[in-house]
């Protein structure tokens, strides 16, 4: 198994509060991702990073910021978290980038997050 | 844009008959595909992937999928389902020509029945 460790895995919030979602990875892969997972939609990228410091936008970026600065975290932090952002948020690594053909991700064991 | 569809959601099939998910995509460019698994209450995990040549994928757990260009299709076929594959599959397109996209099928949770 690819070694990769997401924390806390299971976290209950209120409206409005801070929270920090953590990936570290073992790997030394250059690609990370932050993706989110509610039922009926499967997975949608949230934000990633393609280096220390290089990150960027995916398609449901809004209300959620990341940092990376080391090759083994990425943060994803929910700046005032709202009741439809509690979902399940998984991180995923890659070696090489989407496009070419030795592309494959592979994902931790997720976190659930509640937002009350 | 790109898009997948898996046409199912829930798959009921009895143990040890052949089961098939079905997946579609769009896309003006070319793509890679990838079938992950997902069983409860654990990460993805990758199943099988087609990057070219033979059109027929064999992967883990004797799953194997076909791609056809013509009806831009990647269906997901097992001939035997066992209770261990219990879980929801999920099937990804890569545009080769992006370098961060892996758009995702909604998922189809596969429920094998004794």
């Known amino acids: 198994d690819a070694g990769i460790t997401q924390s806390p895995r299971h976290k209950v919030t209120e409206t409005g509060t801070p929270v920090t979602l953590r990936c570290h990875q073992t790997?030394?892969?250059?690609?990370m991702y932050w993706y989110r997972q509610d039922p009926g939609h499967g997975l949608r990228l949230i934000h990633y990073?393609?280096?220390?410091?290089?990150?960027d936008k995916g398609e449901v970026s809004d209300g959620y910021s990341v940092s990376r600065s080391k090759t083994e975290d990425f943060l994803l932090t929910l700046e005032s978290a709202t009741s439809s952002q509690t979902s399940v948020y998984f991180c995923a690594i890659s070696e090489s980038e989407a496009g070419t053909s030795y592309n494959e991700q592979f994902f931790g064991p997720g976190t659930r997050l509640t937002v009350l | 844009a790109q898009s997948v569809t898996q046409l199912d959601s829930q798959v009921p099939v009895f143990e040890e008959a052949p089961v098939e998910l079905r997946c579609n995509y769009s896309s003006s460019v070319s793509v890679y595909l990838f079938w992950y698994v997902q069983y409860p209450n654990q990460g993805l995990q990758l199943l099988l992937k087609y990057l070219s040549g033979s059109t027929l994928v064999k992967g883990i757990n004797g799953f194997e999928a076909e791609f056809n260009k013509s009806q831009t299709s990647f269906h997901l076929r097992k001939p035997s389902v066992h209770i261990s594959d219990t879980a929801e599959y999920f099937c990804?397109?890569?545009?080769?020509?992006?370098?961060?996209?892996?758009?995702w099928g909604a998922g189809t949770k596969l429920i094998i029945k004794p």
């Open positions: 990073s393609y280096g220390v410091k290089d990150t």
């Open positions: 790997e030394n892969h250059r690609y």
């Open positions: 990804a397109v890569s545009p080769m020509d992006s370098n961060y996209q892996l758009i």
